[in-house]
T-cell receptor, first 115, second 113 residues
Framework: AQSVAQPEDQVNVAEGNPLTVKCTYS??????LFWYVQYPNRGLQFLLK??????LVKGSYGFEAEFNKSQTSFHLKKPSALVSDSALYFC?????????????FGKGTKLSVKP | KAGVTQTPRYLIKTRGQQVTLSCSPI?????VSWYQQTPGQGLQFLFE???????NKGNFPGRFSGRQFSNSRSEMNVSTLELGDSALYLC????????????FGQGTRLTVV
């Protein structure tokens, strides 16, 4: 069965410091991996995705993520955090290879960036 | 390009009633998925519709149902509401699932009293 784990409920970072939000996955077949961000009382916004190719994927608002097949991880990173990055972050996976399976989301990680 | 539109934004219903939520996807998107979001359970997949057919279904009781119209607009219905159905219901549309990203609406906040 597909699953996504976000091991940290909350990540605290000082503004200007690098941030990492962790995600590991378990799927059969090649994964399609996504990161979304949710601000209070809003829907989810797409940040970036990995389908195939270069393991380092760049997305919106300066975020990037690194796909690591051997560790089955897809960690979200940003070199310099902003207070406005504070939000809830979700990792999601869909089985690839042409499958039309549904998106499975992790529990979410609350990112708090302090001035 | 208009985004995903969900109506209504807020609903208060009484136990035992039924409710219908609506979702208008981005123009050209044929896949519409529904999710239930609660603080305790996170985002849980309800079902996905593609070209008017239910393509995937999550582990929810039969009280939860949906449909998709020929213009890709989708509705979900919850019958015999329970207190535990109180949640944010999110709709997401994508071109055809697969490797295409999903775009989410702002959600419908359902409160069952």
């Amino acid at each position: 069965a597909q699953s996504v784990a976000q091991p940290e409920d909350q990540v605290n970072v000082a503004e200007g410091n690098p941030l990492t939000v962790k995600c590991t996955y378990s799927v059969s077949g090649n994964p399609y991996l996504f990161w979304y961000v949710q601000y209070p009382n809003r829907g989810l916004q797409f940040l970036l995705k990995y389908i195939t190719g270069d393991n380092l994927v760049k997305g919106s608002y300066g975020f990037e993520a690194e796909f690591n097949k051997s560790q089955t991880s897809f960690h979200l990173k940003k070199p310099s955090a902003l207070v406005s990055d504070s939000a809830l972050y979700f990792c999601a996976v869909r089985t690839g290879g042409g499958s039309q399976g549904n998106l499975i989301f992790g529990k979410g990680t609350k990112l708090s960036v302090k001035p | 390009k208009a985004g995903v539109t969900q109506t209504p934004r807020y609903l208060i219903k009484t136990r035992g009633q039924q409710v219908t939520l609506s979702c208008s996807p981005i123009s050209g998107h044929r896949s519409v998925s529904w999710y239930q979001q609660t603080p305790g359970q996170g985002l849980q997949f309800l079902f996905e519709y593609f070209s008017e057919t239910q393509r995937n279904k999550g582990n929810f009781p039969g009280r939860f149902s949906g449909r998709q119209f020929s213009n890709s607009r989708s509705e979900m219905n919850v019958s015999t509401l329970e207190l535990g159905d109180s949640a944010l219901y999110l709709c997401a549309s994508s071109l055809d699932g697969g490797d295409t990203e999903a775009f989410f609406g702002q959600g419908t906040r359902l409160t069952v009293v």
